[in-house]
């Protein structure tokens, strides 16, 4: 997986860390294709809870299946 400096973090990101650690419910919109697999792969380290990732159409959950295993060696199923 690619490495990402998380000793910078601004204070925003580190309480959407803490809310995902603390178990609490939360819907994000409006993220890029790139930061919405990092987003899922964080989210999958700091939680150890089912996550459900909603998309447009098929083609776009087999796509974000694949860039999931590829780039972040994430297993996922689509429903």
């Known amino acids: 997986m690619f490495g990402v400096n998380t000793n910078d973090i601004c204070s925003q990101y580190e309480e ?3 809310k ?6 939360f819907g994000v ?3 890029t ?5 990092f ?4 989210i999958e380290k700091y939680s150890d809870k089912k996550l459900l990732f909603i998309t447009s159409t098929e083609q ?8 999931l295993k590829t780039i972040c060696d994430l297993d996922s199923q689509i429903i």
């Open 29 to 31: 919109t409006g993220l």
């Open 60 to 67: 776009n959950a087999l796509k974000y299946q694949s860039d």
């Open 20 to 25: 995902v650690k603390d178990n609490k419910s």
């Open 33 to 37: 294709s790139f930061l919405r697999l």
């Open 39 to 42: 987003l899922l792969s964080n």
């Open 16 to 18: 959407f860390r803490i």
